[in-house]
Every structure is written in C-alpha cells, then in structure tokens.
C-alpha cells in the first residue's frame, strides 16, 4: 500500500491546517494510521493515531486538545485537523501505516510498517 501525505503549509501561529493521508487501496478494519512529525535535528516523534475500524483515538501529550485525527474509510483517507499552531509544531509530518491486529494504538515509530513521504508545516510566530 502506498500512503500519500498532502495540506502542509505556512501558517503564524493560532493559525489551523488539515493534513490528509490517502491510501492507495482499501485498509483493512483492525489496521491504525498513525502521524508523526520531525523537526530539524530532532527524532521523529509521535502524534496520534487512529483505528481504521473503530475511530479510537490516541494523541501526544502536546497536541492534545488542538489536533484532531480523524478517518473517512470510503475515501481511504486519514485527516489530521491542526488548530491552535504554535511555533514548536514546525515539523515534517508523516503518515504511517500500523498492520497488527490488536487494541493498542501504537506510539513507537518502528511498529509502523508503511510511510507516506512527509509533508512540511511551518508555523511562524
């Protein structure tokens, strides 16, 4: 499955993006896709994620209460809605793709076996 990443941008900050991921075919019910971002010089990092089938949700402590992952399964496409930006939210955002089957909605960036190929967001003070 290839995984398409779109919608970044330049914002000042208070200012909101929407981030999308299309896949490029159906996913399957128990999979979760996951975002994740990467700032200069720093690791890539988790930002939240969500289960195909269920819509459960799991977010980083920093994003919590301004980013909102969502999913539409007939587009096969996952949203990440970003509002309230701040400076530090300046990152590489990535789309990943998560196979097991399970509960957990993983955080670790080595359980996610699909990539999309990153989209810049530049929040200006």
Known sequence: VQLQASGGG??????????????????????????????????REFVAAVRISTGRTNYADSVKGRFTISRDNAKNTVYLEMNSLKPEDTAVYYCALDRRVGDTLA????LYDYWGQGTLVTVSS
């Open 10 to 43: 330049s914002v000042q900050a208070g200012g909101s993006l929407r981030l999308s991921c299309a896949a490029s075919r159906r996913l399957i019910s128990g999979y979760v896709m996951g975002w994740f971002r990467q700032a200069p010089g720093k690791e």
């Open 107 to 110: 955080t670790l960036r080595g």
